[in-house]
């Protein structure tokens, strides 16, 4: 009875290429070319011809799915980068100068006391804080210790000095040692009108110094309008991962009226 | 009085202040107040010092323009 050869009825997978095998028409390899790992397929029996080289399949084989250059560098010493881009190729670097740590509005319900908690850490040697809070009052702050105790204590001393647009007084300077609290804005802001706190510290969270940080805020009172820029800290070691802030008695901190962002930096 | 308090997933924990919260604001609050009204009537102080005692420099014989070179 006669025999007919049809060859393979089906693909063989024979692995990862080896030079010394006699390979058949129909098998299936994967084999690494330059760093760059594709899978051929044999069309022409062949012994001994690695089935690419630098990227032209040899005539015995052809390619079935063709690898590509890893596009993500090696992560090997880079913990803590971040993948950037020169708009044509990737590499790890750092992060960009600020880092948003937290961010938003007041709390849905009305409060007399806020507290942005647990955003200081070791990881950042400089903070920066925005807010706005557009109440026609000030702003005092205290600090959270790191185990989450309020800096209650009249440890606080700070000054400010201020110029103003629409009013007789000015430049003024205030100043305070052994009190409760520090300003955000020490001069009255307005409901619904312009107000701009920032607080920027550094190493807040590193108990062998004292914890400060420096404000400016502007508000506008009316028609007044009060640019201050000052600094207030508390006299005693202790690392701080955050702070409180309030107003006076009546006022109310709100989705409606407050905004806010933490930033890190590292050096 | 109530607190917010900043939470890991960017909310607020809205909870009553402690009996020791409360205190420490009501002392914060009334130690501010004071401050605040000290500085006014410090101010309010200042500038009647100020109008007397250009008054009297003009009772001197001083013009306007050189009281004001002097004590702005």
């Given amino acids: 009875m006669a025999t007919l050869d049809l060859g393979k009825i089906k693909q063989v997978w024979r692995g990862t290429y080896n030079n010394s095998t006699a390979y058949v ?19 022409a029996n062949s012994t001994g011809n690695a089935p690419s080289t630098g990227g032209t399949a040899h005539a015995s084989w052809n390619f079935v799915a063709k690898g590509v250059v890893d596009p993500i560098p090696s992560q090997s010493g880079n913990a803590g980068k971040v993948l950037k881009t020169d708009g044509s190729s990737l590499s790890f670097g750092d992060a960009g100068g600020w880092v948003k740590i937290a961010g938003g509005n007041g709390p849905s319900s009305a409060v007399t006391e806020l507290a942005i908690d647990n955003v200081f850490s070791s990881t950042y040697k400089f903070y920066k804080v925005f807010m706005m809070w557009t109440q026609d009052d000030w702003m005092k702050i205290r600090f959270i210790d790191s185990s989450g105790n309020n800096l209650t204590a009249g440890n606080y001393r700070w000054v400010a000095v201020a110029t103003h647009e ?41 108990s062998s110094k004292d914890p400060g940080c420096s404000t400016l805020a502007h508000v506008n009172e009316n028609t007044q309008l009060h640019s201050q820029h000052g600094a207030g800290y508390w006299y005693n070691g202790i690392g701080i991962r955050g702070f409180k802030v309030s107003g006076d008695t009546g006022d109310t901190i709100a989705d409606s009226n407050f905004r806010y962002v933490v930033l890190g930096a590292k050096i | 009085m109530k607190k917010a308090t900043l939470q890991a997933d960017g909310s607020w924990n809205i909870e009553d202040l402690t009996s020791e919260e409360e205190t420490a604001y009501n002392i914060t609050v009334a130690e501010g107040k004071a401050f605040k009204e000290a500085q006014v009537a410090a101010a309010e102080k200042k500038a009647t010092d100020s109008a007397a005692g250009k008054a009297k420099l003009k009772e001197l014989g001083l013009t306007d323009d050189q009281i004001a070179a002097l004590v702005g």
């Fill in chain 1, 25 to 43: 028409v129909d098998d299936l390899v994967e084999y690494t070319d330059n760093n760059i790992t594709s899978s051929y397929i044999c069309v």
């Fill in chain 1, 166 to 206: 629409n009013t007789d007084g000015g430049p003024d300077r205030v100043g305070n040692s052994g009190v409760t609290w520090i300003p955000g804005n020490y001069w009255n802001a307005t409901d619904h009108g312009f107000c701009l706190i920032e607080l920027t510290f550094v190493d807040p969270a590193d």
